[in-house]
């Protein structure tokens, strides 16, 4: 039910119930924004008591518009966010009951940012004229294809695949949302698409496979690449991403990238390297807990021994990875073979009990807040679980000195927008043929490095996904240094 006062309450009571609001309030997001035509009375006072009602249901009112008046009736347009579904249809109910308003139509602005798609195809060349249809496609156009038939290396300058991307998914593993399916993955390849546009310039293209199947999907991709510059895989779930990137890999002769693994393990590395100097603390001193040994959890493990790490334990369901458990499948074995140097056993508990460093990337609720107490005394924890982190941040934030989440409503969002675009921007500019592990903490050591040592503090470790430099920074440190 909507939170409100009553005068039966004490005023103990009220006080609780206001704070219940706001405290729910700052818990909402965009993603569940909705805006709910209403007709109402003219009476000055209903604007008051239409913001007064979302308020007390938790909600927050981004715009209210007066979209029609009449001398006996006004039609308003009222925008808000709430914390999920079943909230926003809270909202709506309390503004139901206001006396005098009634709810038209309600509009969820999520829904209404999909409908027809989030990306298009569109000419970069005019066609307006006999003579520019001659040039771009026929007759002039078969000299360009004899050329690069004769000359297949200039496929790259003179097509459109030096600056693109396929995007390709199983939908098995999308998002927080699981095995959903090719249909469902759509949106979020079409998003990924979007963001390759804006922050790279990147033209990308979703692949939603209809198949599970490895060999299925790995033959499907070899055989479209000639149209692309580079392979982003994307919501795959593990182990079978693991042999689908190698499988890959050493096929084509284009960058394969998979980014839920090395995406996030860049970003990660990047906020890391910038935590630890919040405490004083080097990476090869570090001890690191990491929870989840999936396909984040593994690429980030890999790549912050290669980075210089050390002591790294890796808890998942079947608990702490050893080295001597046989029992663990192929690929948990072998990463408990790298991992785990003090030979500890047991729960997530005793793999953070100590830890300088907590990274979470398995599932919500893991963590107990008050485990955070038994790590070192200065402590960073990173709960990435999405869109429900490991542990609430907001107790995360009482108990250790640097926090950070997949959120974007905290400081320090661990987003994979901070690299993908840039890695691939620099790989297509190389007309790179791979992704090497060089590559990825350069990557890293790029990102970290936008925040300054004038703005790093504990809630400034990672940039923002619109600083304007991220890109092209990040970019720059792929390509690398060139030979004068």
């Known amino acids: ?81 709430a914390s999920n579904g079943d909230h926003a249809n809270e909202v709506v109910d309390a503004l139901r009951v206001i006396p005098g308003v009634s709810v038209h139509k309600v509009s969820d602005r999520t829904f209404l940012l999909h409908l027809g798609g989030k990306i298009s195809v569109e000419p970069t060349v005019a066609l307006r004229t006999r003579d520019d249809l001659s040039m ?68 990308a293209w979703p692949i939603c496979l209809d198949t599970q199947d490895v060999d299925e999907i ?52 990047a906020a890391l390297r910038n935590a630890l100097r919040c405490i004083d603390r080097s990476l090869a001193d570090a001890r690191i807990a990491v929870s989840g040994a999936g396909a984040a959890g593994s690429a980030i493990v890999q790549l912050l021994l290669a980075a210089g790490a050390h002591d790294v334990v890796v808890w998942d369901k079947e608990g702490i990875l050893h080295r001597d458990d046989t029992t663990l499948p192929p690929a948990k074995l072998a990463l408990a073979g790298r991992t785990n140097p ?17 990274i979470g990337v398995s599932a919500p609720n893991v ?50 927008v901070l690299a993908f675009p840039g890695v691939f921007r620099g790989l297509l500019d190389a007309r790179a043929t791979q992704v090497t592990t060089e590559m990825l903490i350069r990557a890293a050591d790029a990102i970290a490095s936008v925040v300054g040592p004038e703005q790093l503090n504990p809630n400034y470790i990672i940039p923002s996904v619109f600083d304007p430099d991220i890109a092209k920074t990040v970019a720059a440190a792929i390509v690398g240094p060139r030979a004068d």
């Open 1 to 81: 039910m909507p939170l409100s006062t009553s005068d039966d309450q004490t005023p103990d009571q009220a006080a609780a119930t206001r704070t219940q609001s706001i405290q729910r309030a700052r818990a909402t997001t965009g993603s569940y924004s909705i805006t709910v035509r209403l007709h109402t009375g003219t009476d000055p006072a209903v604007v008051g008591q239409l913001a007064t009602a979302v308020s007390n249901a938790g909600g927050i009112t981004t715009a209210l518009d007066i979209v029609e008046s009449r001398h006996d009736r006004l039609v308003i347009d009222l925008t808000c966010s």
């Open 136 to 203: 771009a496609y026929t007759p002039g156009v078969g000299r360009v294809s004899m050329a690069i038939a004769e000359h297949p290396e200039d496929v790259r300058r003179l097509t459109i695949k030096g600056n693109c991307v396929a995007v390709v998914t199983d939908g098995s593993a999308v998002l927080g949302l699981g095995n959903i399916g090719p249909y469902a993955a759509l949106p979020v390849m079409e998003g990924k698409a979007a963001l390759f546009k804006r922050f790279a310039g990147i033209d």
């Open 342 to 358: 003090r030979g500890i056993r047991g729960d997530l508990h005793d793999a953070v009990r100590g830890a300088d460093v907590f």
């Open 367 to 416: 963590l107990h807040p008050e485990w955070i107490d038994d790590m070192a005394p200065k402590r960073i924890v990173f709960a990435l679980a999405n869109p429900d982190p490991e542990v609430d941040i907001a107790e995360a934030s009482k108990r250790a000195t640097v926090v950070a989440s997949g959120r974007s409503d905290y400081p320090n969002q661990i987003n994979n």
């Open 218 to 269: 790995v033959r499907t991709v070899e055989i479209i690449a000639p149209g692309f510059g580079g392979i982003n895989l994307e919501d795959i779930a593990a182990p079978r991403c693991f042999e689908i990137e190698a499988k890959l890999r050493a096929r084509l002769d284009i960058p394969v990238f998979h980014d839920d693994q090395h995406g996030t393990a860049i970003v990660v590395l």
